[in-house]
């Protein structure tokens, strides 16, 4: 599901009246169904929040080392799926990224913006650093090659889902928070709840 169908969805599972047609405990059950999908969605969090993130299969590395979920244990992880130069929700999520890194990573927080090549042109690795200094990243960035961890994490084949999603891993390498794409932007909503899990996760010991 996009972030924009989430979002309308989320009105539609919130309404009891599509459950009227149903009596007695039919009715009961579907509108606990409904509140539970509700209150997941305006969450920005999906099924897979509470569970351990798998191991990431990402190439050429910019800005580091390679690095992975195992030697980041004992910080907080931010992971960002992004592309360019066609895509305008990254380009307006890269200044809250840069903003984060610039204000946690020294409390802890690691940013990770992994990219995902969606352009008709061949990949080409000079072409995604200059992408991501455009965007101003100082954080690592890599590859990832054929969208594998991006398929494994998030998309699992559903086409519909947007494949700008962020995950955010707590000290122990459990996924707390998914944004589910689309962008985040410095006063909107989304962007406030990913700084106060952000917070939250870092104070967490």
Known sequence: MS???ARAAST???SLANVSRYDGNMRTVIAIV????CAALQAGEGPRVGQPAEAWDVTDWQNSEPLTLKGLEGKVVLVRWWTAPECPFCRKTAPALNEF???YHDKGLEVLGFYHHKSTKPYDVEAMKKY???FGFKFPVAMDPKWQTLE?????GDKKK???VSFLIDRKGVIRHIHPGGQYVKGDDDYTAMKTKIEELLSEK
Not at 34 to 37: G, H, K, R, W, Y
Not at 152 to 156: A, E, F
Request: glycine share 4%.
């Open 152 to 156: 494994k994490w998030w998309l699992n």
């Open 162 to 164: 947007w494949t700008s």
């Open 34 to 37: 409904a509140m539970l999908c």
């Open 101 to 103: 890194y610039a204000d």
């Open 3 to 5: 972030g924009r169908d």
């Open 12 to 14: 539609d599972c919130c």
């Open 132 to 134: 991501a200094n455009q």
